[in-house]
C-alpha cells in the first residue's frame, strides 16, 4: 500500500505542473487553496498538514529544477512562478510505453496531433482525469525519472 503523503504530493505536484504548463511563458501566481482547498489556521497560526504538504510541493519542484519563482506570499502561495525550460522540454516529450498505442481513437489522427497525445504532459491530464491514484503515480514516477 503506497503512503498516502506521497499520492498526495504526486497529486499535487501534477496539478502544479499543468497550472504552469497553461500559463506557460507568464509568470503568474500558484496558492495552496486551489489545489487542496480552503485552510484555516489554527490558534497558533499553523496550517492544516494537508496545506503545508502541498505548499511544500511547491517549494520541493523549485528545489530540484523543476519551477521557478520570485518570493512565497507567506505560507499561502509562491509569486512570479514558471516552468524552467528543462520542466517544459520533459512535458512536451514523447512517451509511448504510459498508454496503449492500440487505442481505436489515435488511429484517426493526424501524425501531428497523435504524437501530441503521448507527451508527458497529455498523460498527466488524463492521469489527474481518471482519478486513479495508481496511474498518477506511474505517470508521475516516469515524469520525474527521465531528468
Not at 47 to 52: D, N, P, Q, W
Not at 117 to 145: C, D, N, P, Y
Request: aromatic content about 8%; hydrophobic content about 40%; proline content about 3%.
Amino acid at each position: 500500500m503506497a503512503d498516502l503523503n506521497l499520492l498526495d504530493f504526486y497529486k499535487d505536484t501534477a496539478k502544479i505542473l499543468l497550472q504552469l504548463h497553461r500559463s506557460f511563458p507568464r509568470k503568474v501566481e500558484v496558492y495552496v487553496e486551489d489545489f487542496v482547498g480552503a485552510d484555516h489556521v489554527d490558534e497558533f497560526g499553523l496550517h492544516s498538514k494537508r496545506h503545508e504538504s502541498c505548499f511544500g510541493a511547491m517549494l520541493w519542484l523549485a528545489e530540484e529544477g523543476y519551477i521557478r519563482y520570485q518570493s512565497t506570499i507567506r505560507q499561502e502561495a509562491i509569486d512570479q512562478s514558471v516552468l524552467t525550460s528543462k520542466t517544459v522540454v520533459l512535458l512536451n516529450t514523447i512517451s509511448r510505453t504510459l498508454v496503449n498505442e492500440e487505442s481505436p481513437e489515435n488511429n484517426d489522427l493526424p501524425p501531428f496531433e497523435a504524437n501530441e497525445k503521448f507527451t508527458m504532459i497529455e498523460h498527466i491530464r488524463q492521469a489527474l482525469k481518471s482519478q486513479s491514484s495508481e496511474q498518477l503515480t506511474i505517470v508521475m514516477r516516469s515524469f520525474m525519472g527521465m531528468s
